[in-house]
């Protein structure tokens, strides 16, 4: 069930179809407008030609965000973020940038590691898979799920733009999901990312680039986690309070950085290589092995005490059939398979306290999807993310704006919610006329 069915009318509903279908059909049978036109679309090649949202344009016409796909750095005109990143520096500890970029941006830390103590005094993951933290105030790493038998189930670097397959999949299995995406991603797929949330499933930050994140220095860190925050916000409504670190390069400075911005650091016990399959020495048989010996020790005990974390992708068409292939073995062996915020009871995943996610105990019971107050902003709609609400200490991300296009993309009632699918509408027609 789509999210913003659960705000309007089916009537409404129809009559936009009707219209849309009437709209389009002289050009493309396809609504590449909304969240709900675009999760029809299973043809990989359609699924990937780029489209036009009209949040995200305004949004980089306005300066608001970084270039995409390149080192984030906060925004000069950006006094929010500027202001947000001053607030936390008593909280980054006086640890310096690992490596040497652009080297190490890439995970290149050979001029580094020679030098850098056994003692591993930074928590250092990519040194010594370290995931308890030395710096005093930090939480562990999330590596694996305490509930026994049970599976922490996320995939990293969507949304990718050919994922419905993989998406009907899993709704067709009724399984929730944690989604770590890449802000960059989100810019050029956000009906994609909307679709995560009406889905039901839990999206988390993975950086805006994708680069070892302890290479990069403090203001870097901070902007790649803060406009992907953002990122999410403009394009979903909500604001993340999770993360993965890319290759899982983490340390205190970044976990602290993380931290400060409500950032809780999720990792893994188990790499299923799926991202490296035909790269290097890794091959599809090698990942099948991976995914069959976690398998096994869920059926021989080994989880019988705490559940675990296996590293999966949406990267691309195979990490993406690897999840389908092995599901049916992995729900068998496994008693539960739960997003990570079901698993740790994290029934307000997000900044904006209108969305909650079912506790572990509710969806073991069956309540996979609780009622969500975050109705999806549409494709004619125009907020802006300039109010700085993803700090992590608003609670007022559920704003409703009204725009010259006339449409309030984020109500916060369910009459509202009618309201801006009406205006939506409008503005998608308008533009087609244009
Ligand atoms: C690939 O090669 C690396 C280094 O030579 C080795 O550590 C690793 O185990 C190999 N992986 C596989 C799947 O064979
Ligand atoms: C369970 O299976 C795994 C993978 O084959 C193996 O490494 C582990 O030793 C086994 N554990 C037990 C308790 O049998
Ligand atoms: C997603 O997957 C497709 C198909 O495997 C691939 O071609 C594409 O580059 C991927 N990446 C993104 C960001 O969508
Ligand atoms: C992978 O690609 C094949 C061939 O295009 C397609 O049939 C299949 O549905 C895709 N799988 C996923 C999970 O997207
Ligand atoms: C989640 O809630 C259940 C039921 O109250 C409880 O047994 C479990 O310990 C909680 N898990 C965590 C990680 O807090
Ligand atoms: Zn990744």
């Given at each position: 069930?789509?999210?913003?069915?659960?705000?309007?009318?089916?009537?409404?509903?129809?009559?936009?179809?009707?219209?849309?279908?009437?709209?389009?059909?002289?050009?493309?049978?396809?609504?590449?407008?909304?969240?709900?036109?675009?999760?029809?679309?299973t043809d990989p090649n359609?699924e990937c030609?780029?489209?036009?949202?009209?949040?995200?344009?305004?949004?980089?016409?306005?300066?608001?965000?970084?270039?995409?796909?390149?080192?984030?750095?906060?925004?000069?005109?950006?006094?929010?973020?500027?202001?947000?990143?001053?607030?936390?520096?008593?909280?980054?500890?006086?640890?310096?940038?690992?490596?040497?970029?652009?080297?190490?941006?890439?995970?290149?830390?050979?001029?580094?590691?020679?030098?850098?103590?056994?003692?591993?005094?930074?928590?250092?993951?990519?040194?010594?898979?370290?995931?308890?933290?030395?710096?005093?105030?930090?939480?562990?790493?999330?590596a694996v799920v305490?509930?026994?038998?049970t599976l922490g189930y996320g995939f990293d670097d969507g949304p990718n733009c050919s994922h419905n397959v993989f998406y009907n999949f899993l709704s067709q299995n009724n399984q929730k999901a944690t989604m770590f995406y890449i802000?960059?991603n989100?810019?050029?797929w956000?009906?994609e990312?909307?679709r995560a949330?009406?889905d039901?499933h839990e999206i988390c930050?993975h950086?805006?680039?994708h680069?070892?994140?302890?290479?990069?220095?403090?203001?870097?860190?901070?902007?790649?986690?803060?406009?992907?925050?953002?990122?999410?916000?403009?394009?979903?409504?909500?604001?993340?309070?999770?993360?993965r670190?890319p290759f899982g390069?983490?340390?205190?400075?970044?976990?602290?950085?993380?931290?400060?911005?409500?950032?809780?650091?999720i990792i893994w016990k188990y790499d299923s290589n799926d991202w490296r399959a035909g790269t290097g020495n890794v091959t599809s048989a090698n990942v099948d092995q991976n995914y069959e010996d976690l398998i096994t020790r869920a059926q021989n005990?080994t989880f019988?005490?705490?559940g675990t974390i296996m590293l999966t992708h949406e990267l691309n068409n195979f990490t993406m059939s690897e999840a389908v292939k092995f599901y049916a073995q992995l729900k068998a062996a496994f008693?539960y398979i739960v997003p990570m915020?079901?698993a740790?009871?994290?029934?307000?995943?997000?900044?904006?306290?209108?969305?909650?996610?079912?506790?572990?105990?509710?969806?073991?019971?069956?309540?996979?999807?609780?009622?969500?107050?975050?109705?999806?902003?549409?494709?004619?709609?125009?907020?802006?993310?300039?109010?700085?609400?993803?700090?992590?200490?608003?609670?007022?991300?559920?704003?409703?704006?009204?725009?010259?296009?006339?449409?309030?993309?984020?109500?916060?009632?369910?009459?509202?919610?009618?309201?801006?699918?009406?205006?939506?509408?409008?503005?998608?027609?308008?533009?087609?006329?244009?």
């Amino acid at each position: 069930m789509r999210l913003l069915s659960l705000f309007t009318s089916q009537a409404a509903v129809n009559s936009a179809l009707i219209a849309t279908t009437l709209f389009v059909s002289s050009t493309s049978a396809q609504d590449r407008t909304t969240e709900q036109g675009e999760a029809q679309i299973t043809d990989p090649n359609q699924e990937c030609t780029p489209y036009y949202y009209q949040p995200v344009s305004a949004a980089i016409a306005a300066n608001e965000f970084p270039p995409i796909w390149t080192v984030a750095t906060i925004v000069s005109s950006d006094t929010n973020a500027q202001a947000k990143y001053q607030s936390i520096q008593s909280q980054i500890p006086n640890i310096p940038p690992k490596g040497t970029q652009p080297a190490s941006l890439m995970g290149d830390f050979s001029n580094f590691t020679p030098t850098y103590p056994s003692s591993d005094p930074d928590c250092w993951w990519t040194f010594d898979q370290c995931t308890t933290p030395k710096l005093a105030g930090l939480p562990p790493d999330l590596a694996v799920v305490p509930e026994p038998d049970t599976l922490g189930y996320g995939f990293d670097d969507g949304p990718n733009c050919s994922h419905n397959v993989f998406y009907n999949f899993l709704s067709q299995n009724n399984q929730k999901a944690t989604m770590f995406y890449i802000g960059s991603n989100v810019m050029d797929w956000p009906l994609e990312a909307q679709r995560a949330l009406a889905d039901g499933h839990e999206i988390c930050v993975h950086t805006w680039s994708h680069r070892y994140m302890t290479a990069l220095t403090n203001d870097e860190v901070f902007a790649e986690f803060y406009y992907t925050m953002e990122s999410i916000k403009l394009v979903t409504g909500v604001t993340p309070t999770c993360w993965r670190p890319p290759f899982g390069d983490v340390d205190d400075r970044v976990r602290a950085i993380a931290h400060a911005l409500g950032l809780r650091t999720i990792i893994w016990k188990y790499d299923s290589n799926d991202w490296r399959a035909g790269t290097g020495n890794v091959t599809s048989a090698n990942v099948d092995q991976n995914y069959e010996d976690l398998i096994t020790r869920a059926q021989n005990g080994t989880f019988a005490t705490a559940g675990t974390i296996m590293l999966t992708h949406e990267l691309n068409n195979f990490t993406m059939s690897e999840a389908v292939k092995f599901y049916a073995q992995l729900k068998a062996a496994f008693k539960y398979i739960v997003p990570m915020g079901v698993a740790t009871n994290q029934t307000q995943p997000y900044v904006e306290t209108t969305y909650s996610l079912p506790s572990f105990e509710q969806y073991i019971s069956g309540t996979t999807t609780i009622s969500s107050g975050v109705p999806l902003p549409t494709d004619g709609s125009s907020s802006s993310t300039g109010s700085g609400s993803s700090s992590g200490s608003s609670s007022s991300g559920t704003s409703s704006g009204s725009s010259s296009t006339g449409t309030a993309s984020r109500a916060s009632s369910d009459g509202l919610g009618m309201l801006a699918a009406g205006a939506a509408f409008v503005g998608f027609a308008m533009k087609l006329l244009a």
